[in-house]
């Protein structure tokens, strides 16, 4: 296989375990080069100990992780960028020079020009000799971001990286990921925020109590679920809607309504039924957002669907 | 550049370039030095009191003795030659034996409570011949504070010196015939006579003193105690903190786990070079200056460097490892002192090691790897040193055991810095290091 063809990361069939609780369940993934792959999954379901494998910070219990075609066992992963969950900067340090400091670290291309283009990018120029103790909680994360891709890596993993951002903050870090991301390099990043999710990712992958649930295109999963989905506004909300028949589930996001419908249940035919109880203003059928799709995997009847 | 050296060098930067660190290496030899000054100020105090020592001597022979000695010590010892009074009087007021002699103490022992007396002494009936009279042939001295008290040690002479002069008048010879007879010579210590190697001459022994014998080992052993707390015992705060704010999961994303703890070793070995040098150059500096040049153990600044490099690695990764284990500040607390007891224990036995470096005690204790640094120095460093082997030997096993803490460290290392929650246990922590 030649290089370009060797997928950027490739799974396994992964087990973790913390004594007696199973992190990873048998889990195999491959994430294709170039591509920008969503991890979702509730707390606590497995997407950080999976990212920390590929990481090679932890070992899986069985099975394999390949990056780059190389099992990266007891190697260095230079060619990896890594942002925790969890910001991790030495706040006594100025910002220059912990960046040159994390960039020296990889030692890939001329660590002190990426800095200053990384710092330009990212407006922080004015603050590279400022102590990272001295900086606001977006500022560090942006400075976090950087310290991830100063050594251009080939593969950018971020855990939750617009977690804590105001949206300006969000939109910097978006726009920079997909920046990396047309330049060839593959972006894996795990976010709790669907709508982003929907829009970044090529692929997205989703874990639960440590199996693998979702792993797709949006579009792939979408149509797993079918058009089961009608989004419309009514005059009067949702209240009246809950007790008609057809619909199973009612989420009801203010201006908009989206209604779940069971399978037998024909559109038309419920249409009929909903102008009898209530004002319609918009109708249209659809496909299950990310978001209706994961709740009905972690939700509280979320044992059915995943045993199914 | 390696990444184990980047690592070294940041632990190193984020160390020298702090104000701690100047202060630090400012202080300490400030506050050692301040120590000895201060030593040698209450050294060169003098004790001006006037004392009143009660004498009850129910021998009925010695009391006047005691009141010439010290009517002839007020005459000639108050003042020294330049004018200055250098010594207290020593009063003393006889006392009457009582029959009742428990009231009698306590009657005096208040009055040295209510400051009127200094102490009160008081003489057997049997103190002439005392091996058989049991507690009739004692001196007893009740004071304030009498186990370090001038004038108890003072007291001694002239009763002593009478009760022999009374033995010899007993036994039909007249002190006077021997004036000399109570001459007390006490030998001098010299160092062992040696031939010159350069001109063959036998040479003339050295007068050996306190200060050589045991004063000067302890030097350098405590500077080799400070850069171990300097370059050694940080490690384990500062690992937990970079547990605790994450920064440990970011590095490992980009070094593996031993060598950024190595890295963290290699950073406090520099650190502890760094202020060894400031040390040693103004140090030596300062004692030539001083004129005592000769007191500096050239000799031993190789196998202080030596045994200092290996003592920080030793102990660095000891405490890179505990702190690994430990969640935040107050677990690391908690750690501190099982982390430092190794530094420690030798600093309990300097003493003994110092005045008997060659015992069996001494020789074990500082083959024990994790005592050899400072003891083996420490013995190193007296007049009477140690034989060629045991440096070597000491040095070896220093070496496997840094060898070996530094990698079962490692282990621990590794899996520490990403556990969280309760606090691992001692077997916990043991299973880290053997499963890694």
Not at chain 1, 188 to 217: N, P, Q, W, Y
Not at chain 1, 249 to 276: K, N, S
Request: with cysteine; proline share 6%.
């Amino acid at each position: 296989m030649n290089e370009t063809a060797t997928p950027a990361v490739e799974i396994e069939r992964v087990t973790k375990t913390y004594g007696t609780t199973t992190a990873v369940d048998d889990l195999s993934l491959v994430v294709p080069r170039g591509a920008a792959y969503g991890f979702i999954g509730p707390n606590g379901s497995g997407k950080t100990t999976t990212l920390r494998m590929i990481m090679n910070i932890l070992y899986p219990d069985r099975g394999g992780v390949r990056v780059f075609g190389d099992t990266l066992r007891g190697s260095s992963t230079d060619r990896i960028g890594y942002m925790p969950e969890e910001r991790g900067l030495y706040r006594k340090m100025r910002v220059r020079d912990l960046l040159e400091f994390y960039g020296g670290l990889k030692g890939n291309g001329d660590v002190v020009a990426n800095v200053t283009d990384w710092l330009d990018r990212l407006e922080l120029a004015e603050w590279a000799d400022k102590k990272i103790e001295t900086l606001s909680k977006g500022m560090s994360q942006k400075v976090q971001f950087i310290a991830t891709v100063v050594a251009r890596p080939e593969l950018v993993i971020l855990d939750e990286p617009f977690t804590g951002l105001d949206p300006v903050n969000t939109e910097v870090i978006r726009n920079a990921i997909l920046g990396l991301q047309a330049e060839g390099t593959t972006v894996i990043f795990s976010t709790h925020d669907m709508s982003m999710a929907e829009k970044m990712c090529d692929f997205i992958f989703m874990i639960f109590r440590g199996r693998k649930v979702l792993d797709g295109t949006l579009s792939s999963i979408q149509d797993e679920y079918g058009s089961d989905t009608i989004r419309l506004r009514t005059g009067e909300g949702a209240e009246r809607l809950r007790t008609l028949p057809g619909i199973e589930h009612v989420t009801d996001f203010g201006q908009v309504q989206e209604l779940r419908i069971a399978r037998d249940c024909d559109p038309q035919q419920l249409l009929g039924r909903l102008v009898g109880v209530t004002t319609i203003t918009s109708f249209e059928i659809t496909r299950p957002s990310l978001h209706d799709i994961f709740v009905r995997i972690a939700g509280p009847s979320a044992t059915e669907v995943t045993d199914a | 550049m390696p990444k184990l050296l980047r690592v070294a060098l940041r632990e190193y930067k984020a160390t020298v370039k702090t104000k701690g660190f100047l202060l630090a290496l400012v202080l300490a030899p400030i506050l050692m030095g301040g120590g000895a000054i201060g030593m040698a100020i209450f050294e060169s105090r003098v004790d001006t009191t006037d004392k009143v020592l009660a004498v009850i001597d129910r021998s009925g022979r010695v009391a006047d003795a005691i009141v010439a000695a010290a009517d002839a010590r007020n005459a000639s010892m108050l003042y020294d030659d330049e004018g200055r009074q250098v010594a207290g009087t020593y009063t003393i007021d006889v006392r009457t034996p009582a029959a009742a002699r428990d009231e009698q103490l306590l009657r005096l022992s208040n009055a040295v409570r209510g400051g009127e007396l200094h102490a009160v002494v008081e003489i057997g009936p049997g103190v002439l011949h005392p091996r058989d009279v049991g507690s009739a042939g004692t001196i007893a001295y009740y004071a304030e504070n009498p186990a370090v008290d001038d004038l108890r040690s003072w007291v001694a002479r002239p009763v002593n010196d009478e009760l022999r002069r009374l033995r010899l008048l007993e036994a039909g010879v007249d002190p006077a015939d021997v004036p000399d007879a109570f001459d007390w010579i006490t030998p001098a210590g010299l160092r062992l006579v040696s031939r010159d190697p350069e001109t063959g001459a036998i040479g003339g022994a050295e007068r050996s003193t306190e200060l050589e014998a045991i004063l000067l080992p302890i030097i350098p052993v405590m500077v080799l105690l400070m850069m171990i707390m300097m370059g050694a015992s940080p490690h384990l705060q500062a690992v937990t903190e970079e547990k605790q704010q994450r920064i440990a999961e970011v590095m490992l994303g980009s070094i593996e786990p031993f060598p950024f703890m190595l890295g963290k070793l290699v950073g406090g070995v520099g650190i502890a070079l760094t202020a060894s040098a400031v040390y040693l150059v103004g140090g030596i500096l300062t004692v030539e200056y001083m004129g005592w040049g000769a007191f500096i153990p050239y000799s031993l600044l190789p196998w202080f460097l030596v045994y200092m490099v290996a003592a920080v690695a030793m102990f660095g990764a000891l405490g890179a490892a505990l702190g690994s284990a430990c969640n935040d500040a107050t677990e690391a607390q908690n750690m501190t002192l099982p982390s430092i007891l190794p530094v420690m224990i030798p600093i309990f036995v300097l003493i003994p090691v110092v005045t008997e470096p060659s015992s069996a005690l001494a020789t074990g204790l500082s083959l024990v790897p994790l005592f050899t640094p400072l003891l083996m120095l420490l013995r190193q460093g007296t007049p009477e040193g140690v034989a060629a082997w045991q440096p070597w030997v000491g040095l070896a096993g220093i070496l496997v055991t840094a060898v070996i803490f530094v990698w079962i460290g490692g282990r621990i290392f590794r899996v520490g810095l990403l556990s969280q929650g309760t606090p691992p246990k001692l077997g916990t922590i043991l299973r880290w290091a053997v499963r890694g």
